[in-house]
């Protein structure tokens, strides 16, 4: 009978332990958010630092983003003619290619491919910088880290997400003219005509590109929160930079409903 | 490259710039795609009712597409719909009696003007009108008719 209660408050223990450290997780993330709020803007003063993220954040990720952004127009070209090919509606494929990709494909995918490049990158980064006590020396020299290393690889996410969605989806429209129009016979001029016809620029580019800003800014957050507050170990790099993919996608996914909700919902 | 700092710079501001352009090319009204390659012989025709017909809708003759609606107005004398079409110059011995008629591509497709060839020996030529003209289907007409019929009968 002992033996029943003590593993069962052992499994009550460890939940609790669980949502304890999550609340502290979370708890941790916020006022970090709140110091880093306070360093964007000085940031800017270095605006070389800026840069030079934006390179390694957005033009080093641009290789895998225009080959995926290709290929799922190359699909989106297929399945959409298969489709529509048994209605007779083929001369809508251009506005359905352009349409999922601007409105969800683009930014969403783009995303979950940056978490994957760029964000866990960042994470590892500064999680050894932070083991190998690099951060630490920079406060000693009276340089404030989060100003220094933190907020301009923020700002690179921020900026880096819009501009590698948008091409994303002009390549993925490039890929559906390619399969649609050329392989698979659509009309051209329906082609870019219906996307012409049913796009509108300000609705679904504008909520494409708030979205993909959005999306910057909690890959951003998280890689550099995760990074800093790494155990300053090998496993826990590897830990953080694991939780940097995992947080990241989750947290885009979720966002992404919220904000179609917002956006197209009732 | 003068240093790697500059060369970084130079390929983040054009990384910068492609982005920006993508988007704005995403926001354009992507008005020139796609109507570069009609070029021929301008011809007009009036219709009651043109549907869902609009500027770049395809002409068919015998389901072969072979040219463009490249203009739509209304006529403000006879409250009629003008379609100015561009019918490629290849195709130019289109009898002068031919018959301009809206379909539907299948139940949901964009609309289309079929021409049927009349028997006329003179041909269409550039700024002709084509005077037989059949307007679009419109579908709550033709239930509510049918319903009309049907009621009637009894």
Known sequence: MNRVFIALFNGLAALGQGVLSAAAHTGQLFLFTGQLMGRLLPAWTRPKLIVQEIYAIGVLSLVIIVISGGFVGLVLGLQGYNILSKFNATESLGVMVALSLVRE?????????????????????????????????????????????????????????PLLAGLFSLVGIMGGYFIGVLV????????????????????DV?????????????????????????????????????????????????????LTAWMFGA | MMNTQRGIEIV??????????????????????????????????????????????????????????SHIRIDPKT???????????????????????????????????????????????????????QSAVVLEKIISKFLFNKAAEK
């Open chain 1, 105 to 161: 494909l683009g930014p969403v995918v783009t995303a979950l491919l940056f978490a994957g490049r760029a964000g866990s990158a960042v994470t590892a980064e500064i999680a050894l910088m932070k083991t190998t006590e690099q951060l630490s020396a920079m406060e000693m020299m009276a340089v404030d880290p989060l100003r220094r290393v933190i907020a301009p690889r923020f700002w690179g996410a921020v900026i880096a997400m």
């Open chain 1, 184 to 203: 698979l016979g659509v009309d051209s001029a329906s082609y870019w005509g219906q996307i012409q016809q049913q796009m509108q620029p300000m609705d």
């Open chain 1, 206 to 258: 504008m909520n494409g590109v708030i979205k993909s800003l959005v999306f910057g800014a909690v890959i951003g957050l998280v890689a550099v929160f995760e990074g800093f507050n790494a155990e300053p170990t090998s496993l826990g790099i590897s830990r953080a930079t694991t939780r940097t993919v995992v947080l990241s996608s989750l947290l885009v996914l979720g966002l992404d409903f919220i």
């Open chain 2, 12 to 69: 983040v501001g054009f990384f910068v710039l492609a982005g920006i352009v993508a988007l704005l090319v995403l926001t354009l009204k992507w008005s020139d795609f796609g109507t570069s390659s009609v070029s021929g012989y301008t011809v007009s025709a009036q219709f009651d009712n043109i549907g869902g017909l609009t500027d770049r809708s395809p002409i068919k003759l015998a389901g072969v597409t072979i040219g463009r609606v």
């Open chain 2, 79 to 133: 409250f009629e719909a003008v379609v100015t079409m561009v019918i490629g110059s290849q195709y130019n011995n289109l009898p002068k009696d031919s018959f301009a008629s809206i379909y539907t591509a299948g139940l949901l497709g964009a609309q289309y003007i079929e021409i049927s060839p009349g028997g006329d020996t003179q041909v269409l030529k550039n700024g002709d009108k084509i005077t037989m003209t």
